[in-house]
């Protein structure tokens, strides 16, 4: 990929950067037991449970968010990069200590990438973009979170 080219997408993914909300609201209720049920400012809801029972962990749409953000962040800039997309996967594992602080020390995250005009250059600079500028999953977390990011790519014919 030329400098000029690496020029006009990063021009692109600010211009997608710049429409994302800088302020956030939602609200947490507790129903019963160790049960809340959360609501975003624009009415999606998650159950969460801390004995996963009738909900998820909190932790869990935290990591799964993580490997959203680095999904959409790759999907937008290998569209940018003339890739035809036909599939895209991110299966991903957070590690945290027994004891507390539990907080996620790492993760592993593997994605599975399927489409034309794909290549390993191109998929490594998606992910080195995701990684080191537009993650704002990523650039939450602590500084000595682990994040490892292998991918694979597959044949056309190839779900996994």
């Known amino acids: 990929m030329s400098e000029e080219e690496l020029q006009n997408l990063e021009e692109l993914v600010d211009g997608y950067k710049s429409k994302v909300a800088t302020v956030f609201k939602g609200t947490v209720t507790w129903d019963k037991d160790f049960i809340f049920l959360a609501r975003t400012q624009k009415g999606y809801e998650i159950d969460y449970d801390a004995n996963v029972e009738w909900g998820c962990q909190p932790s869990e749409p935290f990591m799964l968010s993580l490997g959203a953000c680095i999904a959409t962040d790759c999907v937008m800039f290998l569209q940018k990069m003339k890739v035809q997309l036909s599939s895209f996967k991110v299966d991903i594992t957070g590690t945290k200590p027994e ?43 602590r500084s000595d979170v682990v994040l490892n990011i292998k991918y694979e790519i597959l044949k056309e014919s190839d779900p996994k």
Do not use: W
């Open 99 to 141: 004891t507390p602080p539990q907080f996620f020390k790492q993760f592993d995250v593997m994605l599975h990438i399927a489409g034309q005009n794909l290549s390993e250059k191109k998929i490594q600079r998606a992910i080195a973009l995701s990684r080191d500028k537009y993650c704002g999953i990523y650039h939450s977390l």
